[in-house]
């Protein structure tokens, strides 16, 4: 290798490892300052557009001369072409007087809602507080007066006065005078007090000032000034008031009482607002447009030996954008527009095709991360490619055939592994365009149908992947398609050497296969990086020898029992509603782990034994119950189950109420003096969210489903569908799958689904002849392992009481 060729290859590697340093930066930036905000999606994707058209012309790396204030060139800079230059003094002096010609703007608070609201609140708390205090002598509940003064004239914000009060506790807080009071202070405000009126009339005889309403959110301009008020003349005005209170107050004592706190609550409601008006100014001028003056091609821009000043300074910047390398600049930043709106549209269609994967930021910058990885070595590898067939007598051909080599394919695997086929389909484009670009094919259609479809491939072998083995597998079978491929793109281009020919078509194999190995090895760094939950995965989460599982056989072997009925019915049932069965049975596996903690809580654990909710209030043990679902989220985290199951284990409950303890809680309330007032539905609902995915809500209708029908005292088929059908038509009707995808037919398919799973279980017996009931119930001590009719397995329910206790405990 010659050693400009040397140098050449060794500039770019710098250059490559300059652009990864900038992706880990702002990768560690996006993560730890904006990641779920709106704005780390439109970054991303601005980032990753301009590395893209970066990389295809890497030569804008190149500075050109720049000049600074105060240089002296050492030759005269004439201009190259016409252009036009901003005349910056004039621009500015033109906006400044478009600034100066806006009005400003103060805020208008007509009914003095403030005030209102705390002479509102003073006068109900002293009221409430002073209720259970009898009429007589105040010394004797001094204390108890004293702290509802304080109270009053602190929500008041006045001084206290101790004869006002005094009058206003005997009384007891008339609402004849609160009312007075307001009236007083409404009727005073509604013309405007302002503590800068001097200001605002000179204001008004330049042109007025702008009034925004706050309580109608509407601006008006004001030109008299002549109905403000400053803080005096309004309390001026509110002594002149008194003939309108007799007809409202009793006395002429608590008229001065009214019209003395109305003058101290009044406050001036017209202030200026100096964020609006610099607002608005900015406003204006942003709309005067710049003043150009034209440069005519020849005429001197700088001559030798003059300093260079600020007009120089907009010459030459404007003089620098002919040359060549700034037509580069001028080629990245459009080529930044265009793959930002190829992003952009590939992201809209990716949000389409797979609305319930990309769910937040972290999906998008694994996509724009994995891009730009490609990319990046994409582009490494055209480098040492072109480095290779430079000395060859016949480098094109060489070149082409090494083009096969490249294991493009190992993304779209990891791609359609991680976020499904639709997102790896839309990768996959982006990438076929991008590597046809960097290699200089734009005339080529073929390799980018070689690049697309190989992908392509890629991504639909991988769809399904159970084990790590198929990826190998998959590498193979794009290996094979390849050489198909290449061999057909050479019969398009002519005939190359045989030795050409043999480097295409063993680098083709050897591309796919080492796809399937590269992203054999990235599988389980990706995972536990960006925190996936792949098929793979959840497989090893799905064996019940896991150490949690088996911890929720051991410490409450009901919900574990119960558990494993769930995750059979949502496994039946999910292919039918085209969702994932192996998420929703392991997600069924773990939903109600977080009952480890507090097992003998929940009745299916107690084995007949005590009942620890009789000992306990109704909202205590609504408590408890919410809690597992908390519980089981740090039991998600702790062990490391990933994002998706932890979210269905948030999601099962919904907002469901727990009435059984709601009741009980209204019904120990009935019973005493406040009839349940304080009582709150809320506090007996889960807090959510509500299912966000079909396997979450399908999740929530199997738990539900499957309680419900262990209740039954006869689960026979028509009952069980009857009681299957009502549960999820209650849930539906009280909102629980309104965020989730399920709609009409996938309910359908569920009852449908949760029928035949239920009947397979609670299927019915023969009866045994009396002999051998007899016999059996002899057995009940002796070697038979049979149960009798007296067993609790077969005893029926003593009334229909019982049975309603039974199903009251579910919520139904």
């Known amino acids: ?192 007090i302002t503590n800068e009126l001097p200001l605002i009339k000179k204001q008004v005889e330049h042109g007025g000032i702008l009034l925004y309403d706050v309580y109608s959110k509407s601006e008006i301009t004001l030109k008299d000034a002549s109905r403000l008020h400053t803080l005096d003349e309004a309390r001026l005005v509110i002594k002149k008031q008194k003939r309108t209170l007799k007809k409202d107050l009793p006395d002429e004592e608590m ?66 954008r002919a040359q060549n390398r700034m037509e580069i600049v001028n080629r990245v930043t459009a080529m930044t527009l265009l793959w930002g709106l190829l992003f952009g549209v590939l992201y809209m269609a990716l949000l389409h095709a797979t609305r319930a994967r990309l769910r937040d930021e972290r999906d998008l910058f694994f996509m724009v991360f994995g891009l730009l990885i490609v990319f990046i070595l994409v582009w490494g590898y055209q480098s040492l490619a072109e480095e290779i067939v430079k000395g060859f007598s016949a480098p094109r051909p060489l070149l082409f055939a090494l083009l096969f080599g490249m294991p493009l394919a190992a993304g779209s695997m990891l791609v359609c592994i991680f976020q499904g086929l639709g997102a790896a389909i839309i990768f996959s484009l982006a990438v076929a365009v991008f590597s046809t670009l960097i290699f200089n094919l734009g005339g080529q259609v073929e390799f980018l149908l070689y690049f697309y479809i190989n992908s392509l491939i890629a991504a639909y072998s991988v769809r399904k992947t159970k084990t790590r083995g198929i990826l190998i597998k998959a590498g193979l079978i794009i290996g094979c398609i390849n050489v198909l491929m290449s061999i057909a793109i050479i019969a398009i281009y002519g005939p190359f050497s045989n030795m050409a020919i043999l480097i295409a078509t063993g680098l083709s194999f050897l591309g796919g296969f080492f796809a399937g190995v590269i992203a054999t090895g990235l599988l389980p760094l990706i995972e536990m990086t960006f925190g996936f939950t ?94 597992h679902v908390k519980d089981g989220v740090e039991l998600a985290k702790e062990h490391h189950l990933g994002r998706e199951i932890a979210d269905i284990i948030q999601q099962h409950h919904g907002t469901n109420l727990i009435s059984f303890f709601y009741h009980k809680a209204r019904e120990l309330a009935e019973t005493k003096s406040d009839r349940g007032n304080g009582l709150k539905e809320e ?96 057995g009940k001590n002796g070697n038979s392992n049979q149960l009798s009719k007296e067993e609790p397995g077969n005893k029926k329910p003593a009334n229909k009481k019982e049975n309603g206790e039974s199903i009251k405990r579910l919520g139904l």
């Open 1 to 192: 290798m010659s050693p400009k060729a040397k140098q050449h290859f060794f500039r770019r590697l710098r250059l490559l490892a300059k652009a990864e340093y900038q992706i880990a930066r702002l990768s560690r930036f996006v993560w730890a300052k904006w990641v779920q905000t709106r704005w780390v999606k439109v970054l991303t994707l601005l980032c990753a557009s301009f590395l893209s058209a970066l990389l295809l012309f890497p030569n804008v790396l190149d500075k050109p001369k720049i000049y600074k204030l105060g240089d002296i060139p050492r030759e005269s800079i004439k201009a190259s072409r016409d252009f036009w230059v901003e005349n910056k003094g004039l621009t500015e002096k033109n906006r400044d007087k478009a600034a100066q010609d806006v009005l400003a703007v103060y805020d208008f608070d007509r009914s003095a809602s403030y005030i209102v609201a705390r002479v509102q609140d003073a006068f109900r708390q002293a009221r409430d507080a002073g209720s259970h205090i009898p009429a007589g002598d105040l010394s004797v509940y001094r204390k108890e007066w004293d702290r509802i003064k304080t109270g009053f004239f602190e929500t008041l914000e006045i001084e206290t006065d101790e004869e006002a009060f005094t009058l206003l506790s005997a009384q007891r807080f008339p609402p004849a005078l609160e009312k007075a009071v307001i009236l007083l202070i409404k009727d005073v405000c509604k013309d405007g």
């Open 255 to 320: 008229i001065a009482m009214a019209m003395n706190l109305a003058q101290l609550l009044v406050r001036p409601n017209l202030t200026f607002n100096p964020q609006e008006t610099e607002r608005k100014r900015e406003m204006e001028r942003a709309k005067v447009r710049p003043v150009y003056y034209q440069i005519k091609k020849g005429e001197i821009l700088v001559r030798d030996g003059d300093p260079i000043g600020m007009e120089h300074l907009a010459k030459l910047a404007e003089e620098n």
């Open 683 to 778: 506090d007996f609902r889960y807090p959510g969210p509500k299912p966000q995915t079909k396997e979450a809500g399908l999740v929530m209708l199997a738990d539900m489903v499957e309680a419900a029908v262990r209740a039954l005292p006869e689960a026979n088929p028509a009952r069980i569908q009857g009681l299957v059908q009502k549960i999820i038509s209650h849930a539906f009707i009280d909102g629980q799958l309104d965020e989730c995808e399920l709609t009409l037919k996938d309910l359908h398919e569920i009852a449908k689904g949760f029928n035949q799973t239920l009947g397979g279980i609670f299927h019915q017996r023969i009866e045994y002849p009396a002999a051998v009931s007899k016999s059996i119930k002899k």
């Open 534 to 627: 792949t098929d793979i995965k959840l497989l090893e989460l799905g064996n019940l020898d896991q150490p949690l599982l088996r911890e929720l056989m051991v410490q409450a072997p009901g919900t574990y029992h119960h558990s494993v009925i769930v995750s059979n019915m949502v496994e039946a049932t999910a292919e039918a509603i085209k969702a994932n069965p192996l998420l929703a049975k392991v997600s069924a596996y773990y939903h109600d782990i977080g009952k480890i903690k507090k097992p003998l809580y929940f009745i299916e654990n107690q084995m007949g034994g005590e009942n620890r909710h009789e000992r306990l209030a109704p909202s205590m043990s609504g408590l408890i119950l919410i809690a």
